[in-house]
């Protein structure tokens, strides 16, 4: 079994691009181009250089002494938390603004829903001096005020999403919409394993940088390549893509994928997509997502803005469906407990996405001698006004 993607863009049965046919021209020029472009001796070393210089790659692999000696069992952090711009997405931005100069694009638009993927791709414009649009919904305009600021300073224009609910699907109707638009000097930057092939591919392969790392990392600190565990948080699924790369022809590294629970996966506030998803189509490819019986998406809950997605990319619906990864989900509160208690054992204010992840050590038994490696995706510091409400700090 395979659990990469296939030369027709496919997961297993998931993937592929379904698309408006006024999109295909541009969809079908970044499938023809963007492995031959990322093989470029030059692309490499531009993307290898600003990881190490901009974003300060590579991140550590941290040995939590404390935290594992709570669990009996040996857990490394990897800290992407630790990047510029606090969190794994600058990863994937850099990627995708060195693939829009090779094709030729001056003008990047995006979509964001609580604006992190708004502020790393308006990071990467200001970077290369690009035209920045970014489309988000008006109510997450409202409620996500510190992130539109930083868009605005970075020089990025912000669309607002008036349409639906107001909300990341809406921002994305309006960028596909630009996109159709202007198909000749426009890239759209996707921010996760998400969106028709080839992007769920490519996001990947930006963000494999990270168990790239970890294999040298690991063989450092215990002489060996291999944990026994990789464990990730999945919204669309793009920190785990990247923590589980490298991993995921060898089976006896298993891989856990971190669902947020919200209220409770029967509470009807949920975004547990692997329990309460159905095979669909959403932002161009064929995935598993939450929809009611007549195939409207419904609309996801979670406390953390980066997991209230209503589906998963196509890889990770693949490793649900085959059983390569065992998928846990873990509600609001147990993920802020997590969050709260790596604070005070490790010194570390981790995203509340991160502390999702951080919970599987209470929800499940490790063995003394295993070795579990955690993608600690993101830095606190955007959340800390939800742990102060949570915890009444
Ligand atoms: C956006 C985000 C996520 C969720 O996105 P994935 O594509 O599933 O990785 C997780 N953690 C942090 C810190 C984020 O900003």
Redesign the pocket.
Known sequence: MSYNINKKGYYGEFGGAFIPEMLYPNVEELRQNYLKVMAEPDFQKEFNQLLKDYVGRPSPLYFAKRLSEKYNTKIYLKREDLNHTG???INNTIGQILMAKRLGKHRIIAETGAG??GVATATVCALMGLECIVYMGEIDIARQAPNVARMKMLGATVVPATSGSKTLKDATNEAIRDWINNPVDTHYII???VGPHPYPDMVARFQAIVSEEIKWQLQEHEGTENPDYVVA????????AGAYYHFLDDTNVNLIAVEAAGLGVDSGESAATSVLGREGIIHGSKTLLMQTNDGQITEPYSISA??DYPGVGPMHAHLYKSGRAEFISITDDDAMTAGLELCKLEGIIP?I??SHALAVFEKKQFKPNDIAVVSL??RGDKDLETYINHFKL
């Open positions: 969190a794994h997405k992190q993927h921010g996760s394993v948080c999945v919204g669309g699924g793009s920190n785990a980066g997991l995203a996405e991160s995706s993101g």
